[in-house]
C-alpha cells in the first residue's frame, strides 16, 4: 500500500514527512492564534438606561459640589476680608504668619511661569463603557505619575482641571470615572503647575518616568502633550480640610 | 482501510502541530512586560461612586458649617484674635510645622519595590481619609518633593534615599484605613498578586507621631 505522503513526496521517507505535516500545523495553529485579538471589543458593562441613569446621579452630586465649592471659596474670602479690616486689633506679625502659611497650604493663588499638560483619550476610545482596562483612556494612575515627576521636578503649586492639588489630594478612580480632591473630573485633563519651566519639561520628556504613558501614547494614540506657560493662575483649594484625627496634643 | 488509517494518522499530527503552536502564542502572550498586567486602579463600581460623592459632599458642609462659624468671629473684634489663633495653629499642622499625633495604619514593605507602589499606597490611605502620612518618617506635606528613582533603582523623597524596609504611616480612623488597603481586588491585593515574593503588613496603630518637617 502507498503512503498518501509518499504520493506526494516520494523522495522522503515517512518519517520526514509526519514531522513535516507535524511542523505544518505548527504554523497553521500559530497564524490563527496570532490573529486572535488579546482584547476583544467589549460591550458596554452597563446598558443604555444604566448609564443615563448613573449619569443623572453623579450630575446631581456633582452640581451641588460645585455650589458648595463656591461657597467655601465666599467664605474664606469674607474671613480674610474682616481680618484685614482687624489688623489694628490683630498683631500684624500674626496676620503675615497666617498669610504665609496659607500660601504654603494651597489657600492662596499662585500666578507665574511653568508648565501645561494636556492630557485626552485616544480619539477612539469611549470612556462610557466603563472599561478601567482600556489602554485608549487616561487613567487616574497616569495623572498620579505626571503629579509625581512635576512634585520631583520642585513644582511650587499644580491644578488638576482647576482643582488645587495637595499633598493630601487623592487622585483616584471608580471605573473609568476620575476623582481629584473626591472630586469629579472629566477629560481633556489639563494641569498646570508653576516653577522652574526648563526643569518641569526636562522631567516630563524622561520616558523612564512615564514609561507606560508614553509606550500608550505611541501604540493607542493617547493625547499627552505640553508646553511653557508664562501666565498660569494655580488657582486657591475649595475643598475641606480633615483634621477629626490629627492633633498637635501628644 | 489502510490508506484511511495514514490519512487519519497525518490529520492526528497536523491538529496536534496545530495546538502545539497555539499554546506557543497564548504562553509568549503571557511573557509580558509585567507592567501590562498592573492594573493599578479599581474596576467599576457605582455604588462606590456614589458614596464617595456623598461623603465629600458631607464633607464640604461640614467645612462651611466650621468657616461660618469662624466668619462670625471675626465679625467680633473680641473674637477675632482667637479666631486668627485657631487658624494658625490648624494651618501649622497642615503645613507640616509642628509634630502632630494621632491613630491610624501602617504599611510595611520588606523589599525594594517600584516607586509607583509607594505613590499607589499612599494615594489609597488619601483617598480612604488619612489626614496626614509619612514615609520611612519622612511626613509628606506640600512642600514635600515627589518620589524620584535614580539610574540604579534607588527611590529617593526630599533628596534622601529611601531604604527597604519602606514604612507608610497615615494619621486617620485606623479601621476605615485598614479596610481600604485591604478591601477584596485593592492595592493590597493588587501588590501580592504582582510582588508575591515581597512580605507586606498592614495593621492599625493607637498613637502616631510624625515629626515637624524641618
Do not use: C
Amino acid at each position: 500500500m502507498v503512503s498518501s505522503g509518499v504520493y506526494f513526496f516520494p523522495m522522503l521517507s515517512s518519517y520526514k514527512i509526519q514531522i513535516i505535516f507535524v511542523v505544518i500545523g505548527i504554523f497553521v495553529g500559530a497564524f490563527i492564534t496570532s490573529q486572535l485579538r488579546t482584547d476583544a471589543p467589549v460591550s458596554s458593562l452597563f446598558p443604555a438606561d444604566e448609564l443615563e441613569a448613573r449619569s443623572q446621579v453623579i450630575k446631581t452630586f456633582v452640581d451641588e459640589q460645585s455650589q458648595l465649592q463656591s461657597n467655601i471659596v465666599s467664605l474664606r474670602k469674607a474671613i480674610e476680608d474682616n481680618q484685614s479690616k482687624n489688623e489694628a486689633a490683630s498683631q500684624a506679625s500674626n496676620l503675615a504668619l497666617l498669610d504665609d502659611l496659607k500660601g504654603r497650604i494651597g489657600l492662596t493663588q499662585q500666578t507665574g511661569t511653568g508648565v501645561e499638560i494636556l492630557l485626552d483619550d485616544s480619539p477612539l476610545a469611549r470612556r462610557e463603557n466603563g472599561e478601567t482596562l482600556n489602554e485608549s483612556l487616561i487613567h487616574a494612575s497616569d495623572i498620579r505619575d505626571i503629579v509625581n515627576v512635576l512634585r520631583a521636578a520642585n513644582a511650587e503649586a499644580i491644578a488638576i482641571n482647576s482643582q488645587r492639588i495637595l499633598a493630601t489630594t487623592p487622585i483616584a478612580s471608580v471605573g473609568s470615572s476620575i476623582l481629584v480632591n473626591n472630586f469629579y473630573i472629566v477629560p481633556p485633563f489639563t494641569i498646570t503647575a508653576t516653577g522652574d519651566p526648563e526643569i518641569l519639561i526636562q522631567r516630563l520628556l524622561d520616558m523612564t518616568a512615564l514609561t507606560d504613558l508614553y509606550e500608550r501614547k505611541s501604540k493607542y494614540n493617547i493625547q499627552f502633550s505640553f508646553k511653557q506657560n508664562d501666565g498660569l493662575v494655580i488657582p486657591v483649594y475649595n475643598g475641606d480640610f480633615r483634621l477629626k484625627y490629627l492633633t498637635s496634643s501628644p | 482501510m489502510k490508506l484511511r488509517d495514514i490519512t487519519l494518522r497525518k490529520s492526528a499530527l497536523m491538529l496536534l502541530g496545530a495546538i502545539l503552536g497555539a499554546l506557543l502564542i497564548v504562553q509568549s502572550r503571557s511573557f509580558k512586560n509585567v507592567t501590562d498586567i498592573i492594573s493599578r486602579d479599581p474596576s467599576a463600581n457605582i455604588f462606590r461612586e456614589i458614596q464617595i460623592l456623598k461623603q465629600t459632599n458631607d464633607n464640604l458642609r461640614d467645612e462651611i458649617k466650621d468657616l461660618s462659624e469662624t466668619l462670625d468671629q471675626t465679625k467680633n473684634r473680641s473674637t477675632a484674635l482667637q479666631a486668627i489663633e485657631k487658624e494658625i495653629n490648624r494651618d501649622k499642622i497642615l503645613a507640616g510645622d509642628i509634630d502632630v499625633y494621632g491613630p491610624g495604619v501602617y504599611v510595611k514593605i520588606e523589599k525594594n519595590v517600584r516607586a509607583l507602589w509607594l505613590i499607589d499606597f499612599i494615594n489609597e490611605l488619601l483617598n480612604a481619609g488619612a489626614e496626614s502620612v509619612s514615609i520611612n518618617n519622612i511626613r509628606l506635606t506640600d512642600t514635600t518633593d515627589g518620589f524620584d528613582t535614580l539610574p540604579l533603582g534607588q527611590i529617593v523623597v526630599n533628596g534622601s534615599i529611601l531604604n527597604s524596609p519602606f514604612v507608610i504611616e497615615a494619621i486617620g480612623e485606623p479601621n476605615t484605613l485598614k479596610n481600604a488597603l485591604l478591601q477584596p481586588k485593592g492595592i493590597a491585593d493588587r501588590f501580592q498578586e504582582n510582588n508575591p515574593q515581597i512580605p507586606l503588613s498592614i495593621d492599625t496603630l493607637e498613637r502616631i507621631h510624625m515629626k515637624e518637617v524641618l
